[in-house]
């Protein structure tokens, strides 16, 4: 079961604590930035270039994280062939955007072609966005089948007193759902940012809207990864 890629996958994934810190940074810097540029300039730039290193910092952690979703339709692609079909769309968006953000960071450090920078944004925000939607309706399914285990287990605890099963099962199940719901917010709000960069509009590209989702998907994912 541990082989070659497994090995690899659980070492790139210690660094998922670290690009939550600096991503928070970033969106903490460009929140600032956005509200001091008119009435202190010279100290907007000073968040504006925190923020920027922040982001090709998190660029770098990430190098070679699209095997992760390689590895998990190779040891999990699903139970049934509507999650197995979720599975394979999900992460093949998310190998995408992880994969076109190697050459993404590349040019905009200066290794690659500047050219490329726009290019590469956008189809790394297409997978990742392309991939975000098929992970929020998994998620959706799983939070509803889990709803209607809980409704029985509540039902069958009632006719049994003293369910020690049925209480545990309860409780796995609620907290299976907390940590679904954090998966779906932060989805959620990196969807809004990949949009922003797909299809410009006010409201995605507005510095309040991205800094505000920036900052629920980092703090989503701290939760999600803090040990228990």
């Known amino acids: 079961m541990n082989d070659t890629v497994d090995k ?3 070492f790139l994934a210690k660094r998922d604590g670290i690009d939550k810190l600096v991503k928070t940074f ?3 810097s460009k929140l600032v930035n956005w509200q001091v540029e008119t009435t202190h300039p010279d100290l ?5 270039q925190w923020e920027v290193s922040s982001g090709l910092s998190r660029k770098a952690f990430r190098t070679g994280r699209f095997l992760t979703g390689f590895n998990g339709l190779r040891r999990n692609p699903g139970a049934t062939p509507t999650f197995k079909f979720l599975a394979v769309l999900a992460n093949a968006g998310e190998m995408v955007y992880f994969f076109f953000d190697h050459f993404l960071w590349l040019s905009r450090i200066g290794t690659l072609d500047a050219k490329l920078a726009k290019r590469m944004s956008f189809i790394s925000a297409f ?4 991939g975000y939607i098929f992970f929020i309706v998994s998620d959706l399914i799983i939070m509803k089948q889990g709803v209607e285990a809980e409704r029985k287990l509540i ?3 009632e006719e049994e007193e003293n369910s020690k099963d049925a209480k545990e099962n309860i409780r796995k199940i609620r907290g299976d759902r907390v940590m679904r719901l954090m998966a779906v917010a932060a989805n959620v ?3 809004i ?3 922003a960069e797909i299809e410009p509009n006010p409201f995605c590209n507005h510095p309040l809207s991205l800094g505000i989702s920036g900052l629920v ?3 989503a994912g701290w939760y999600r990864n803090w040990p228990s």
């Open 8 to 10: 690899l996958v659980i």
């Open 26 to 28: 970033q969106y903490v």
């Open 44 to 48: 907007a730039n000073r968040f504006k």
């Open 127 to 130: 997978g990742e966005s392309f």
């Open 155 to 157: 039902a069958l605890q």
């Open 189 to 191: 709000a990196d969807l």
């Open 193 to 195: 940012i990949a949009a």
């Open 217 to 219: 998907s980092a703090w």
